[in-house]
């Protein structure tokens, strides 16, 4: 009687088909690009500041594409002032966004972030006035 050998296969000895790299490109939606799956990690910053000596970190932060969002419920009314200042005046020269999150918290966006917020804009009052959002 002959012998027939049989071979199996199993999934370590299947030869698997050829996989072709994706060729996945960036869409451009005016003039921002959209993040796709092929990008490399997003970074966001977030940040309760003590002082306003830590507006320049900050701001790199910005200048390297990254949004920043910050935290100023416990910080004195004044400096709090100052530092949203700064980073305002930064974030319209490197062509950014600014979202208010709730009081006191915010969103610097650079130029390649898009927000989509569907949070009702209140007016950013810095008169001392007892419904400000900074007290």
């Known amino acids: 009687m002959e012998r027939k050998s049989v071979e199996t296969r199993n ?3 299947t030869p698997r088909p050829e996989v ?3 060729k996945v490109v960036p869409m451009q939606v ?3 690009s959209m993040i796709t799956a092929n990008t490399a990690p997003f970074k966001l910053v977030v940040i ?3 002082g306003f000596d830590e507006c320049p970190k900050l701001v790199d932060n910005l200048k390297a ?3 920043v969002i910050i935290n ?3 910080i004195e009314t ?3 002032r100052k530092i949203f200042d700064f980073l305002s005046g930064a974030t319209y020269a490197l062509n950014g966004t600014v979202q208010k999150i709730a009081n006191n918290i915010f969103v610097f966006a650079p130029e390649n ?3 989509a917020a569907n949070v009702e804009h209140k007016g950013i009052d810095f008169s001392g006035n007892p419904k400000s959002p900074w007290r």
Do not use: H, N, R, Y
Request: charged share 45%; no cysteine.
């Open 48 to 50: 309760e500041p003590k």
């Open 72 to 74: 100023l419920e416990k």
């Open 65 to 67: 594409k990254k949004p």
């Open 20 to 22: 072709k790299e994706s």
């Open 30 to 32: 005016q003039g921002k």
């Open 11 to 13: 999934s370590f000895t």
């Open 78 to 80: 004044d400096i709090a």
């Open 113 to 115: 972030v898009d927000i």
